[in-house]
């Protein structure tokens, strides 16, 4: 199926950090903040830190509302809520808080999803963030899912009828019902459930593995193993690849016009 992840993965190896389309998933994270009356008249805005170190120490790259990076940056809705979206997050966090006459800098915190979730409490005694992050991922746009989830079909559906056709495989209707019914499963599962455990490159190879093992497995027992395992998976590898393939087009387009 089409991962659209694949485009945030790849710019991520490739330390591409221009790639401005809305393309499927990017990996964020959301603040929900509660902050004491006193300071709350006295904030003037806030920024996100990003570490290599979990003790927090070094350089830090910051994370704020005027970047250049396309849609990357940390963005507050007043001192109640922020969100940040980065390409490719360091595992290690802070939140620096400007207050008129003061500042305020949390403790380190950690990143461990692909959309993550903190409360974070502020008090003049200091700051307290609380990860909330649910094992799935809540925060993915639906709207990219479905689009990503037609995308997927269209263009699997469409060659693997190709294939079927110049092979003459039989029962054609069978395959094709089953390759549907196989992404209508997988598909979700690796956008809200795999890319929420893994936030790294690897999550992604992981997750594809996962897909693959499982489409070709479910393929062939659909068909009632009317035809061999292996051509099976080849068939479905095909598929797979020509998704990714599709998702790197989309890639490059999106470099060139952006």
């Not at 700051?127 to 263009?155: C, G, H, Q, S």
């Not at 056709?165 to 390759?179: E, I, M, Q, T």
Request: charged share 15%; net charge neutral.
């Amino acid at each position: 199926m089409i991962r659209f992840t694949f485009l945030y993965f790849l710019s991520f190896f490739l330390g591409i950090g221009t790639l401005r389309a809305d393309m499927g998933p990017k990996p964020t994270m959301k603040f929900h903040i509660e902050m004491s009356a006193e300071l709350s008249a006295r904030y003037v805005r806030a920024y996100q830190l990003q570490y290599d170190n979990a003790d927090g120490m070094g350089n830090a790259d910051t994370l704020h509302d005027n970047m250049s990076k396309g849609p990357e940056g940390f963005f507050c809705e007043g001192p109640g809520t922020c969100r940040s979206l980065a390409y490719g997050y360091k595992p290690f966090h802070r939140l620096l808080f400007v207050f008129e006459d003061d500042t305020l800098l949390s403790p380190v915190f950690e990143k461990q999803a692909f959309n993550s979730t903190y409360k974070v409490a502020v008090n003049a005694s200091g700051i307290e963030v609380k990860n909330e992050t649910p094992w799935f991922v809540r925060d993915v746009n639906p709207y990219a899912f479905i689009r990503a989830f037609l995308m997927t079909l269209i263009i699997e559906l469409s060659a693997l009828f190709i294939l079927l056709s110049l092979f003459k495989y039989a029962p054609k209707r069978n395959f094709l019902l089953g390759v549907l019914l196989a992404n209508c499963i997988s598909h979700p599962i690796f956008w809200f459930g795999i890319m929420g455990i893994f936030n790294s490159g690897m999550g992604w190879f992981i997750g594809e593995f996962l897909v693959l093992a499982f489409e070709t497995v479910f393929v062939w027992l659909f068909l009632k193993k009317s035809i061999p395992f292996g051509k099976v998976l080849a068939m479905v590898f095909i598929l797979n690849f020509l998704s990714i393939m599709a998702g790197g087009a989309w890639l490059f387009l999106s470099l060139v016009l952006s």
